[in-house]
């Protein structure tokens, strides 16, 4: 007879489909890696009956059962603004619903081996007593994200919501953290902030993941009457810090590129960028915003420099490992590529600084060697330490830790 396979429940507060944010890309691929292995995955989100249609196979990749909460009906803004005077912080509370806590609660109630949290902010839906052995697969240090926005807030107003958010977050991460068997974390940096900050003693490092076969190098385009010098930049465009982000290389670095390269193109791509974003755009020429798009590919193959000016912001970017395997050579902030476990210089170009970025842009838009060089070198080493496989065989070796160590523990009490 086939032995019984631990089963494993995992929760996250978001539906993941369709991958539209780091986030949710980091997730699948994880539990797309795990599936078929050691356990048996239920699969417990949000979503309403036409997202479970629509779907329907890409949730049948992820998991061996899956269930839903519906949705909670949209709060309005004014609603939402009063979260920012309650006890827990704003992106806390919006993942606190009654569905969610019950959907949650009866499966912790099942006989089962492993419940796996998907970011912290969903340990609010986690029951005061659980029997399983517990993981939180956290994606940030969310409380450093809330002090880095309030120490770059302009007026005193922000920087005292800011600096609210980072205390009651700082909080909330640390006391939900304690409560688990095991927390794993997507960068060496993080797991070592918790273990220090927040002495969580069991804590781990996940290398991210990139499925390695669907984001596939290409050599990068000459620049030529067809392929005029491109930019681009993927992310939700809905999230604060990209919005931070790309405000600062439209106002400070794309007017230095244009006097050199007046020619060139900045492409932003992800969903709901907002409107002072694309009127600002408008004015500084030449930049295109696509909203949401099925596939980020055609764009990032047909540029000659990815960008991550990021400001504000907390883990690792899955965008930058994507960029690296399609072969799309990269210019970054320092916290751009902070925990990425590359090397600049050779797999990237870091540059802080308006002129800095600007400079190694338009290295990389006027030097096709240069463009070669760091695009082969990483992809080799995303085909060498990143794939999203390996990844996945690292998380479920945790998990497999920790279920171990949550049996010994009842044995022995």
């Not at 290295?363 to 070669?372: H, I, K, P, V």
Request: charge should be neutral; aromatic fraction near 8%; glycine fraction near 6%.
């Amino acid at each position: 007879m086939t032995p019984r396979k631990p089963r494993l429940v995992f929760v996250s507060p978001v539906f993941l489909f369709p991958n539209d944010a780091g986030g949710k890309i980091r997730t699948t691929n994880i539990l797309r890696g795990l599936k078929g292995g050691a356990f048996d995955i239920t699969l417990v989100s949000v979503a309403d009956e036409a997202q479970q249609r629509r779907w329907a196979a890409e949730i049948a990749g992820v998991c061996d059962r899956f269930v839903a909460w519906q949705p909670a009906p949209e709060r309005p803004k004014w609603l939402r603004a009063l979260d920012l005077l309650r006890e827990l912080p704003v992106n806390v509370v919006a993942d606190r619903t009654e569905a969610g806590a019950n959907a949650v609660r009866q499966l912790a109630q099942a006989p089962g081996d492993l419940i796996v949290f998907d970011f912290v902010h969903s340990a609010v839906l986690m029951p005061e007593q659980l029997r399983q052995a517990s993981v939180c697969f956290t994606h940030n240090v969310e409380a450093e994200i809330f002090a880095r926005h309030a120490s770059k807030a302009k007026d005193g107003a922000r920087r005292w919501m800011w600096s609210s958010q980072y205390r009651k977050m700082a909080r909330f991460e640390r006391d939900a953290l304690e409560r688990f068997t095991t927390v794993i974390a997507v960068s060496e940096r993080d797991a070592q902030f918790f273990r220090n900050s927040y002495a969580i003693a069991d804590c781990h490092a996940i290398p991210t993941g990139v499925d390695l076969d669907f984001f596939s190098w290409q050599v990068p385009p000459p620049v030529d009457g067809v392929h005029p010098p491109t930019v681009v930049f993927t992310g939700s465009m809905d999230w604060t810090a990209n919005i931070d982000g790309v405000q600062y290389f439209l106002n400070e670095v794309w007017p230095l590129i244009l006097r050199r390269q007046p020619n060139a193109r900045f492409v932003v791509v992800g969903r709901n960028p907002p409107n002072m974003l694309k009127a600002l755009g408008q004015s500084a020429r030449n930049v295109e915003f696509t909203g949401f798009v099925d596939d980020v590919r055609p764009y990032v193959h047909a540029a000659h420099a990815f960008v991550i000016p990021l400001l504000v912001g907390g883990g690792t970017r899955i965008k930058a490992f994507e960029a690296m395997a399609m072969g799309c050579p990269i210019v970054s902030t320092s916290l751009g590529t902070e925990g990425l476990g590359a090397e600049p210089e050779r797999h990237f170009l870091e540059r802080d600084g308006a002129q800095p970025m600007a400079d190694a842009v338009l290295a990389l838009l006027e030097d096709a060697a240069l463009r070669q060089r760091i695009s082969s070198e990483a992809r080799a080493v995303v085909d060498q330490r990143f794939g999203h496989k390996v990844a996945a065989e690292v998380f479920e070796k945790i998990c497999l830790g920790a279920l171990e160590r949550h049996r010994t523990h009842a044995v022995t009490r």
